[in-house]
Structures are given as C-alpha cells and as structure tokens.
C-alpha cells in the first residue's frame, strides 16, 4: 500500500509540474508582451535628400511612433519617424514639431544630446553586448559610435574612437534656428547609414533577421520646464540605452 501512495504521490508530482509548466508561458505573455515588430522595408525609388519627405519609398515605410514612455503619455512635439533599407544603406527620416528649435553644436562626436537632436539606437544581436548609436542634431551634425558593452565607458570613451562618419544627412528647418523670441514650426531630418558603419557586429542583416531598435529625440524649448525626451521604445525609465525595453526592426525581403 504504501508503494502504491508514493507511486500515487510522484504521479501527482509530475502532472502538477506539467501543467505548470503549461500554464507558465501564458502567465508571461500576459504580464509582459513580447516586444512589437516593426518592418524595415526595401527602399524602392529614389530619395532625394533634401527634408522633404515625399517620396514613393517613404510612402511605403511603416511608420514609427512616438511617446514619453515612462510618463505614460503623449509628448508635447510630435515626431512621425520611418526607416528603410537596400543593400547599401539603411535610410532614416523623422517629421518633428518644435516650437523652438535649438542647435548651436557643429562638432562631429560633440555632446549634441544637448540640442535639440535626432537619435537612433540599433542592437543587431540580443544576445551580444554590442550595439550602435547614432544622432543627428537640428544643425545637421552627426553622431556616430559602436559601443561594445553598455557599461564599459560610454560617449567618453568611445565617442573619441569614431574615425569615419557613415551617417549622411539633410536636416530641413521651417522656422529660424537659435532664435527663440519667435515661433518655430518643426524640423526635419532625412538620411542615410552605410552598413560599413555595422562592421563590428558583422555588417548589412539579411532578409529576415531582427534587430532591437529604438529612435528618440530631445527637445529642449522655451515653452518647455525640461527638455522633452521622447522615443519609439516602450523605456521603463528615461534611459535611451535602455535596450532592454526596445522593440524589434525586421528587415523585410524586397518584392
Ligand atoms: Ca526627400
Ligand atoms: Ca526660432
Ligand atoms: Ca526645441
């Protein structure tokens, strides 16, 4: 009797891990959505890099929108953000409003974080340490850095290391720069990354892979107390390294 008790028990034992082990993924999907995927979709048709976004190829690119996550809300300027790629170049675009546009860094690798700024963080592999950042402030000056783990030196250490620039860009600005006594419409930045920049983490992706991503910009205006940190990742903090948080880019076949 007692053989079959214990029998009995470990059964029990067993069915009750197997149904945990059921019942565990969809307890996770609920408290924590996988992150959403957006389409990296192959550029068709020229672009001219010119601040105007109206091109066929832009057209067809999904998308990207803004929040101040961590906040839980809308931010005060608008951003309409959307990437596309070839198989030279992965291209960027981003319609931003701005009451009061700001820019006065014209160093390459200069802290531009401290203008009003377009950035965009990309992190090819999950599972690996190294990802890319990228920025272009409202005075059309480039950021550029691979930063091979997180928490290794950062911009001090290896913004100095960038020696060449694979970020090409236009920036469009309907209103005055610098000048905040009058009222600013927006601006606008339109361009382009040659995937030589990706070198260290094996180069152009294929059709199909995924990346993390997050685009994020400042904004820092005189009808603003703080400057507007906003972004397309889901940040649980306002940490724009946060990669963690960021969704996914696929890059889409071209068709
Ligand atoms: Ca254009
Ligand atoms: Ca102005
Ligand atoms: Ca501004």
Known sequence: MKAAAAIAFALFLVYSLISRSHSEPQEKDQSKPGPKVYECRWAKGQIEFDGVIKESAWAGAEPIEFRVAWQNRKPHSATKARLLWDKDY???CAEMEDVDIYA??????G?????DVFELFFKPNANKLGYYEFQVNAANTPLEMYLPSRGAGGYNRFGPLTEEFHVESF??????????TDKDKGWTVEGRISWDAFKPTGG???AGDRWRFALCRFDYSVTLEQPEQSTSAPLTRPDFHRYEDYQELMFVERK
């Open 104 to 109: 006065d860094n014209l160093e390459p690798n």
């Open 111 to 115: 802290r531009l974080w401290e203008n």
């Open 90 to 92: 992965l291209y960027f």
């Open 204 to 206: 152009r992706p294929k």
């Open 171 to 180: 920036v469009k600005v309907d209103g005055t720069l610098n000048d905040y």
